[in-house]
């Protein structure tokens, strides 16, 4: 059993073959989806996948990267989407330094307006965090002391001292093919250490292919590669990775169900 806690669905390299691509997931052993949203427009395409089957399931939010065109995504709005039966998360959201594709004042103002849908609604928030580790680890603090959420940070690629900030604050850590990559030896330092009970797994497809897929369209069915690598990491069979990753991906997720 496993689950991909954060793949796009929708997004051009799946959306043409998307059956095919579901086919070849669940074949892989892939028990759930993680249907994510990055732009308002995309939220009742996004929904309407996980409409479709039980093992698919949806998030509403903003890319850091489209901040600027969404500042009228206000808490109100993101906690009415959220109330489909189908949406059992916030997000991505989060901060990119890397790109800047939108105002960092901005990216800063609609991840504070996420975590408080996340609060309103009782569901994790999915946190996209890239050259911005000072300013995540500040607001994530600054939003926990004024009143608890839950949440992931995503596709992690940040510090071990990150890490250990997000874990600190009760936070999941979710890791991508990324940590299959053979430059990728601080990651895979920090994949071996993170406790059983805070950790899942995910593509991020159709991005991030791992090892041995490189250069290759990422799909769900890919996570079972991650898996295979993370589990090597810590010590663990895969089918034991697996039932942990999924249970954790259940608690945290609590609103998906099978």
């Not at 989806?33 to 395409?45: F, P, Q, V």
């Not at 103002?109 to 965090?129: D, K, M, N, S």
């Not at 936070?171 to 990559?181: D, P, Y």
């Not at 890919?222 to 295979?228: I, K, Y």
Request: one cysteine or more; proline letters at 4%; aromatic letters at 6%.
């Amino acid at each position: 059993m496993l689950i991909d806690s954060h793949c796009h669905l929708n997004y051009k390299g799946l959306i043409e073959e998307q059956d095919a691509v579901l086919a070849r997931a669940r074949a892989a052993g892939v028990s759930g989806m993680l249907n994510i949203s990055t732009r308002e427009c995309e939220w009742d395409a996004i929904i309407a996948t996980a409409d479709k089957a039980p093992d698919i399931w949806a998030s509403v939010g903003i890319h850091p990267h489209e901040a600027d065109s969404h500042a009228h995504v206000d808490t109100a709005k993101l906690v009415a989407a959220a109330a489909h039966p189908k949406v059992v998360a916030i997000g991505e959201t989060g901060l990119d330094y890397y790109y800047d594709h939108s105002d960092r004042a901005q990216q800063r103002a609609g991840f504070r307006v996420h975590i408080e849908a996340a609060r309103q609604t009782g569901l994790p928030v999915i946190v996209h965090t890239r050259d911005a580790e000072a300013d995540t680890a500040a607001i994530l603090r600054e939003e926990m002391a004024k009143s608890p959420f839950t949440g992931v940070i995503h596709c992690f690629t940040a510090s071990a001292t990150f890490a250990q900030i997000a874990l600190d604050l009760g936070l999941f850590i979710s890791l991508s093919g990324i940590v299959t990559f053979k430059n990728a030896k601080d990651l895979q330092d920090i994949a071996a250490t993170i406790p059983e009970a805070r950790l899942l797994v995910e593509t991020d497809a159709p991005f991030l292919a791992p090892v041995p897929h490189r250069g290759k369209t990422g799909e769900p069915a890919f996570v079972a590669d991650t898996a295979r690598k993370v589990a090597e990491l810590r010590g663990v069979d895969v089918e034991t990775l697996g039932a942990q990753t999924s249970a954790n991906f259940f608690r945290l997720f609590s609103k998906a169900r099978l």
